[in-house]
C-alpha cells in the first residue's frame, strides 16, 4: 500500500523560506517519478516541480514558470522522501501542497497535502 505524508506547511511572511517533505512508503522510491503540485483556492491543482527517473541513479527535474528560480525539488532515496525548498514566498504561493508519485506519464499516488499561507 503506497503511503505519501506532507510535512513542513505553515504560515509565513512574504519574502519567507520553507521546506517542504514528502515520506513515502509502499514504492520502490529510487525509480519513482515524483511532484509536487499546488491547489490554490477556488483553482484547480496545478504542477509545481518534479523529479523523473531516467535510469540509474539519475533524475530530471523540472518547474512551473511560476517557481523556477524560487523553489527546488529535491529528493534522498535513503529515507525515502522528497523536498520542496520555497524562496522568496509570495501571497500568491497561498495553497494547499500535494506530493505525488507514479512510475509513468501519470501520477498515481497523491499526499493528503499540507497547507502554506503567505501574508503580506
Known amino acids: 500500500q503506497v503511503e505519501l505524508v506532507e510535512s513542513g506547511g505553515g504560515a509565513v511572511q512574504a519574502g519567507d523560506s520553507l521546506e517542504l517533505s514528502c515520506a513515502a512508503s509502499?514504492?520502490?522510491?529510487?525509480?519513482?517519478?515524483l511532484a509536487w503540485f499546488r491547489q490554490r483556492p477556488g483553482e484547480e491543482r496545478e504542477f509545481v516541480a518534479a523529479?523523473?527517473?531516467?535510469?540509474?541513479?539519475?533524475?530530471?527535474?523540472d518547474y512551473a514558470d511560476s517557481v523556477k528560480g524560487r523553489f527546488s525539488v529535491s529528493r534522498y532515496n535513503a529515507k525515502n522522501s522528497l523536498y520542496l525548498e520555497m524562496n522568496s514566498l509570495q501571497p500568491e504561493d497561498t495553497a494547499v501542497y500535494y506530493c505525488?508519485?507514479?512510475?509513468?506519464?501519470?501520477?498515481?499516488?497523491w499526499g493528503q497535502g499540507t497547507q502554506v499561507t503567505v501574508s503580506s
Open positions: 523529479s523523473r527517473w531516467r535510469g540509474g541513479v539519475a533524475y530530471n527535474v
Open positions: 505525488a508519485a507514479g512510475s509513468g506519464a501519470d501520477y498515481d499516488y
Open positions: 509502499g514504492l520502490t522510491f529510487r525509480t519513482t517519478n
